[in-house]
């Protein structure tokens, strides 16, 4: 795919919409396509297609002040535009407390006015950086520090938390507020009065780091627009409950998704209010990193509303951020509930598979968007998807793209239709003293099948494979029983990878704040 084609939107009418539920249902689905004119208009030219095309039609759908809130998509691209406005106006005005760089930091929960701040932002020529608010407060205005933020717009909660005490920082509820009350004629109100390069970095968000390092990665507007080349199916007609963090890159290109297709976001604005949502919005399809769908998982088990709630509405949860445990489809499908894994990275700007066909242990097939290969087991991805680059790390650029290859560090193989199968982190292999490699990711999803094991490291020292393990409040009982499960585990591998020791840990695992376990160079035992 060259980018010269591009899916924007399906809509249709409208049959119904109550504000105490919000139904909609979308007839005679029209695909529309840019021509390379149009797309080079970037995200401009999409806000004022839908300002036009959807006036009226709800984009958002959120809990304000106990009360359901819905807002138009003609609405909320007027609010961008005032905002991308209002920004201007600031960056010019010659009163910043730094250097004009043009970067200006985001964090906050998710809600309405990200939105609108993250849009406008683009829209007004500025770079987002994309900040994890959940982060402690020194660690996050360093890393905004690290981008050349000239600006930090946090979130009412976020900005008492931090005591107001840097001058970089501005509430991005009063900035959205102060934006809209603007008089007429004081701001742009269309998208299309805007332009901007699609091509240059628009946004930098941090990888996760699961080694402990965190890279800033650029990408520009075309990059993320690249999801809209293969939309998933899923999306026709559903309700869609966004509780993905706005910090991570899935977040950002799944709901321009949903948004480039009409479908009204319903946000959830925290993991506390995860389940909550799901009994006020219904969703038909969610998206989840780890630690939602953990929390998901568990409450289901033990919930029986919950459990019949989520089988009444819900049809899809897709798992974005990490490998899935066959645990999860052990809880979901008997409730008609299909858990789909989207495989991807913030480099390649998120997924970049397909979501179907779905085959158990699979992340499916690679969209054709991107050109993909294996080297040594380890998987290369080429294409409009690829990244421009790690802010000012060079060094680290040109490690992981050669020749227009990005090496993602993952492995994985493939069967012989062109299903792709994770089997682990280049970094993480163990290699023993005969030689032979083993990739610890494989052993512990093995080792996730037993019912006691909540997480689970394998590493390997002295020429031995062991296993750390964590339990949760298990007793004596269950450690019997996973050494059990190993000893059986250890019958059915090669010696070599078979595990030799087995050490239980009284606590969870320090995570990534989408939940994924953090790997250190060397894995301590505790």
Not at 252 to 275: D, E, H, R
Not at 340 to 350: D, H, K, Q, W
Request: net charge negative; hydrophobic share 40%.
């Amino acid at each position: 795919q060259s980018g010269k084609n591009i899916f924007v939107h399906v809509y249709g009418n409208r049959d119904s919409f109550s504000g105490g539920g919000m139904v909609q249902d979308f007839k005679e689905l029209e695909e529309k396509k840019v021509t390379d004119m149009e797309m080079d208009k970037g995200f401009a030219g999409l806000l004022d297609d839908w300002q036009t095309a959807r006036k009226e039609i709800p984009a958002f759908c959120f809990w304000e002040n106990g009360e359901e809130r819905t807002v138009t998509f003609g609405d909320w691209v007027s609010d961008v535009c005032r905002f991308a406005s209002r920004l201007k106006v600031i960056c010019g005005s010659g009163s910043m407390p730094g250097e004009n760089t043009g970067n200006i930091g985001l964090a906050a929960a998710n809600c309405y006015e990200w939105f609108v701040a993250f849009y406008g932002i683009i829209l007004s020529g500025k770079t987002v950086v994309s900040l994890n608010r959940d982060l402690p407060g020194e660690e996050l205005m360093a890393m905004a520090g690290s981008a050349d933020a000239m600006l930090v717009l946090a979130d009412r909660e976020l900005m008492e938390y931090l005591g107001e005490t840097d001058s970089r920082l501005l509430s991005l509820e009063d900035m959205v507020r102060e934006s809209r009350m603007a008089r007429d004629g004081e701001g742009k109100e269309r998208a299309a009065d805007f332009s901007g390069d699609p091509d240059s970095a628009a946004f930098i968000l941090y990888s996760s780091g699961t080694s402990g390092v965190s890279k800033g990665v650029m990408l520009s507007q075309r990059n993320i627009m690249t999801v809209l080349l293969e939309p998933s199916d899923e999306i026709r007609g559903g309700r869609f409950l966004l509780s993905l963090p706005m910090h991570h890159i899935a977040g950002i290109q799944i709901s321009l998704m949903y948004l480039a297709f009409g479908v009204t976001i319903f946000i959830n604005s925290s993991i506390k209010y995860l389940i909550r949502d799901i009994f006020r919005f219904t969703p038909s399809i969610m998206s989840v990193v780890p630690i939602q769908l953990d929390l998901l998982a568990s409450k289901i088990k033990k919930d029986r509303r919950l459990r019949e709630t989520a089988a009444a509405c819900l049809k899809s949860v897709v798992s974005l951020g990490a490998p899935l445990m066959n645990e999860y489809e052990e809880i979901f499908s008997p409730l008609g509930i299909q858990i789909l894994n989207a495989y991807g990275l913030t480099e390649t700007s998120g997924y970049i598979n397909s979501w179907h066909p779905h085959r158990k242990g699979s992340v499916g097939r690679i969209l054709s968007r991107n050109k993909f290969r294996l080297e040594e087991g380890e998987i290369l991805v080429k294409g409009p998807s690829v990244m421009l680059g790690y802010y000012k790390n060079r060094a680290a650029t040109e490690l992981a793209i050669r020749d227009g290859w990005f090496y993602t560090g993952d492995l994985g193989r493939l069967d012989e239709e062109g299903f792709l199968y994770l089997t682990g982190r280049k970094k993480n292999t163990i290699i023993l003293a005969n030689g032979e490699n083993v990739s610890p990711e494989e052993l512990e999803q093995k080792l996730f099948f037993c019912p006691y094991v909540k997480e689970v490291i394998v590493s390997g020292s002295d020429g031995q494979i062991t296993a750390i393990v964590y339990l949760g409040d298990c007793g004596e009982e269950a450690r019997r029983e996973v050494k059990a499960w190993v000893e059986r585990l250890n019958r059915q591998e090669p010696t070599y990878r078979q595990i030799r020791r087995i050490h239980f840990r009284d606590t969870p695992f320090e995570k990534t704040g989408s939940g994924k376990i953090k790997r250190k160079e060397r894995m301590e035992i505790e």
